[in-house]
């Protein structure tokens, strides 16, 4: 049981260092948010089944499946979210203006 309990948190903390090099190595926001969605769902899982499997107590296990939930589910609308106040930040604008509209001024 330890052994599997050290690689599932071997792989957790493998997956967030190479999504951290990823960020590094990556020139545009847009291409970096691409690296912040693993953390938030591989390595979340994988150390919560790492808790699951070494901790007697069931009360850590289930924090711990709740934030590793919570990490899931609420990453896609970070990602949006951040997106679109760089977007913003950018552009100065929100929405984005119809691309139909931009070829009709022209």
Same mark, same amino acid.
């Given at each position: =049981?330890?052994?599997?309990?050290?690689?599932?948190? $071997?792989?957790?903390?493998? #997956? $967030?260092?190479?999504?951290?090099?990823? !960020? #590094?190595? =990556?020139?545009?926001?847009? *291409?970096?948010?691409?690296?912040?969605?693993?953390?938030?769902?591989?390595?979340?899982?994988? #150390?919560?089944?790492? !808790?699951?499997?070494?901790?007697? *107590?069931? *009360?850590?296990?289930?924090?711990?499946?709740?934030?590793?939930?919570?990490?899931?589910?609420?990453?896609?609308?970070?990602?949006?979210?951040?997106?679109?106040?760089?977007?913003?930040?950018?552009?100065? !604008?929100?929405?984005?203006?119809?691309? !139909?509209? #931009?070829?009709?001024?022209?």
């Amino acid at each position: =049981m330890k052994i599997a309990v050290d690689v599932l948190l $071997a792989l957790g903390v493998g #997956v $967030a260092l190479l999504s951290s090099i990823g !960020i #590094v190595a =990556m020139r545009d926001p847009y *291409q970096r948010l691409h690296f912040i969605s693993p953390p938030a769902s591989l390595s979340a899982l994988c #150390v919560t089944l790492a !808790i699951l499997l070494g901790e007697k *107590q069931k *009360q850590a296990g289930a924090k711990a499946a709740l934030v590793a939930f919570l990490l899931y589910f609420m990453n896609a609308v970070v990602t949006h979210a951040t997106a679109r106040a760089h977007f913003v930040r950018e552009k100065g !604008i929100w929405p984005p203006p119809d691309p !139909i509209e #931009v070829v009709k001024e022209d």
